[in-house]
């Protein structure tokens, strides 16, 4: 589904149904869980429903139902760039030579 083609409102609505899915599948009523995100049940009704709620609201209900690894794809990772890496490899490659170097004058006793 492309989710960047739904109105807000939409994404409101497949936000809902998730949490309610979730929370049906955990055998919880809506009781248990708005107690446990530390929200009203209407609020918690809202929510399923598809209306507006705070972020924090959303945030809240999803670490009860332990659902919140969908915000790894907010996760930003660190990219080195091609040149960098050449650069890197370089540096690392010319420290190498040095040492050959060195052990070429002082060969090991065991020889």
């Known amino acids: 589904m492309d989710y ?17 899915h979730h929370r049906m599948a955990q055998n919880k009523s ?9 929200i009203s049940r209407s609020t918690l009704s809202l929510l399923e429903r598809g209306e507006k709620v ?8 999803l ?4 659902q919140l690894q969908w915000l790894e794809s ?6 080195i760039s091609p040149m960098t890496y050449i650069k ?4 690392h490659e010319k ?3 040095r040492n050959s170097d060195m ?3 002082k060969p090991p006793l065991e020889w």
């Open 30 to 38: 809506q009781e248990q869980l708005s107690h446990a995100a530390g």
């Open 54 to 61: 705070n972020l924090i609201t959303l945030i809240q209900v």
């Open 63 to 66: 670490r009860v139902l332990d």
């Open 4 to 20: 960047n083609q739904l109105s807000d409102l939409a994404v409101l609505q497949k936000l809902g149904d998730f949490v309610k």
């Open 88 to 91: 890197l490899q370089k540096k």
């Open 103 to 105: 052990a070429a004058e």
């Open 95 to 97: 420290q190498r030579i």
């Open 74 to 79: 907010f996760e930003i990772k660190s990219v």
